[in-house]
């Protein structure tokens, strides 16, 4: 099992910046792949981006390539999503996710958060 508990969440401006992180605990953080997903009311979630244990490989919706960054620190066991240029479209609760391999698809993923809610305004 691995337990996840998403934080930084809250209302900016558009054009502003949050980082979201994500603090793991359980089984061994460093042997997952790890992502960030976001769903809006009424909408089904999407995957936003996504990186290798090592961090040596990371995907991206295109949506948010050069302006989300995703990270990790395995030692501290915590995921980090750096979004800058924030849009109101981009408006939803954002989960993040273990999985043993990367992958784009929610349904790739065993373990999730209860999610942070993210709320751009206009």
């Known amino acids: 099992q691995v337990q996840l508990v998403e934080s930084g969440g809250g209302l900016v401006q558009a054009g502003g910046s949050l980082r979201l992180s994500c603090a793991a605990s359980?089984?061994?953080?460093?042997?997952?792949?790890m992502g960030w997903f976001r769903q809006a009311p009424g909408n089904e979630r999407e995957f936003v981006a996504a990186?290798?244990?090592?961090?040596?490989?990371?995907i991206y919706t295109d949506s948010v390539k050069g302006r989300f960054t995703i990270s990790r620190d395995n030692a501290k066991k915590m995921l980090y999503l750096q979004m800058n240029s924030l849009k109101p479209e981009e408006t939803a609760v954002y989960y993040c996710?273990?999985?043993?391999?990367?992958?784009?698809?929610?349904?790739?993923?065993?373990?999730w958060g209860q999610g942070t809610q993210v709320t751009v305004s206009s």
């Open positions: 996710a273990a999985s043993t391999r990367l992958g784009r698809q929610s349904a790739t993923y065993d373990y």
């Open positions: 359980g089984r061994t953080f460093s042997n997952y792949a």
């Open positions: 990186l290798t244990p090592s961090s040596d490989f990371k």
